[in-house]
Nanobody, 123 residues
């Protein structure tokens, strides 16, 4: 089992930045590839970004590329999502998730999920 707890969400204005953090506990965190997803009201949960456990390679959804940065610290068992240039369309509940599958971007590829943190961007 891997337990994931997100933090750092909040209410910001368009153009502002936020940094989300996900703390992991349980099984060896460094064995898992990590991802961030988000779910807006009335919409399906969508992929945002992912990072591998081994070489730290990253991949982003087109909608956030160039604005968001995912990073991880295996020593601290954390994975962060730096979000710059936030827009109202970024408003959603953000979830971190863990998987043993490399290069996974589908929500059903991920086994463990956090409870989510709300990000609201006002115009």
């Amino acid at each position: 089992q891997v337990q994931l707890v997100e933090s750092g969400g909040g209410l910001v204005q368009a153009g502002d930045s936020l940094r989300l953090s996900c703390a992991a506990s349980g099984r060896t965190f460094s064995n898992y590839h990590m991802g961030w997803f988000r779910q807006a009201p009335g919409k399906e949960r969508e992929f945002v970004a992912r990072i591998t456990w081994s070489d730290g390679s990253t991949y982003y959804a087109d909608s956030v590329k160039g604005r968001f940065t995912i990073s991880r610290d295996n020593a601290k068992n954390t994975v962060d999502l730096q979000m710059n240039g936030l827009q109202p369309e970024d408003t959603a509940v953000y979830y971190c998730a863990a998987t043993i599958q490399r290069d996974a971007s589908r929500r059903w590829d991920y086994t463990y999920w956090g409870q989510g943190t709300q990000v609201t961007v006002s115009s």
